[in-house]
Nanobody, 125 residues
């Protein structure tokens, strides 16, 4: 079992930056694909990014590619999401997630075994 806790959310002006963290406990994340999803009010949960077990392979959704960077520190059992050039449409609850396997870019939430409770990111004009 892996317990995930997100932090770092908040309110930021459009064009600004935020860095989210996700701390894991209960098990090492070193063998999991780790990722981020987000869910805006009234919308379905949306894939954002995943990172492979060694941190070298990464995959991003088209809507965040070039602006967001996912990373992980297996020694700290933590992953991160650096978000730059934030847009109003990035406003959502951001969830950390983990799954077994090696494939990145799986966009169906059903394929992920573990989830955090989420952290709110609000981008204002």
């Amino acid at each position: 079992q892996v317990q995930l806790v997100e932090s770092g959310g908040g309110t930021v002006q459009a064009g600004g930056s935020l860095k989210l963290s996700c701390s894991a406990s209960g098990s090492s994340i070193s063998t999991y694909v780790m990722g981020w999803f987000r869910q805006a009010l009234g919308k379905e949960r949306e894939y954002v990014a995943t990172v492979g077990w060694n941190g070298l392979t990464k995959h991003y959704s088209g809507s965040v590619k070039g602006r967001f960077t996912i990373s992980r520190d297996n020694a700290e059992n933590t992953i991160y999401l650096q978000m730059n050039s934030l847009k109003l449409e990035d406003t959502a609850v951001y969830y950390c997630t983990a799954r077994t396997g090696i494939v990145l870019g799986e966009s169906s939430p059903d394929l992920y075994a573990y989830w955090g409770l989420g952290t709110q990111v609000t981008v204002s004009s």
